[in-house]
């Protein structure tokens, strides 16, 4: 009868479960572990790059681009200094914006100077398409 018992004990024994949660535990360790003490390799450094150098021929060529300065006061508008009308404004605008569009315009408007005299010299720049312009006011 004692050996009944131990084969009735041997047949209720359960199989044993394969816990998952301590070995994802270790997975994870491992793998921050060897993130942490891994060193990537620096790529860029291992690159072999020849970029040309700057011609200096096509610098000396380009002479960078005079501003021109065209100053509107209440009693009429200069052009560098130099009084000009605004049918002679708008042909020597014209004339600069067919050589060069990309000439810097800078407009300089004094506090008590017509605001149409303004506008007029904005549409003249834009027909002649200069578009490199910047208006400042002046005490």
Do not use: W
Not at 16 to 42: A, C, H, N, R, S
Not at 49 to 69: A, G, I, S, T, W
Not at 87 to 98: Q, R, T, V, W, Y
Request: glycine residues 4%; charged residues 25%.
């Amino acid at each position: 009868m004692a050996a009944r018992k131990r084969q009735s004990r041997r047949t209720r024994e359960e199989p044993g479960e394969l816990q998952m949660t301590p070995m994802i535990d270790v997975v994870f360790q491992l793998l921050v572990y060897f993130l942490v003490t891994i060193k990537p390799m620096d790529v860029i450094a291992h690159l072999d790059v020849f970029r040309p150098q700057p011609d200096q021929q096509e610098k000396q060529l380009q002479p960078p681009p005079r501003m021109m300065r065209v100053a509107i006061f209440a009693d009429g508008i200069t052009i560098n200094e130099r009084p000009v009308g605004l049918p002679e404004l708008d042909g020597i605008l014209a004339k600069l914006g067919s050589i060069e569009s990309n000439q810097t315009i800078m407009i300089m408007c004094a506090a008590d100077s017509r605001h149409e005299d303004l506008i007029k010299v904005l549409d003249f720049c834009a027909r002649s398409n200069l578009r490199n312009l910047s208006v400042i006011s002046m005490n």
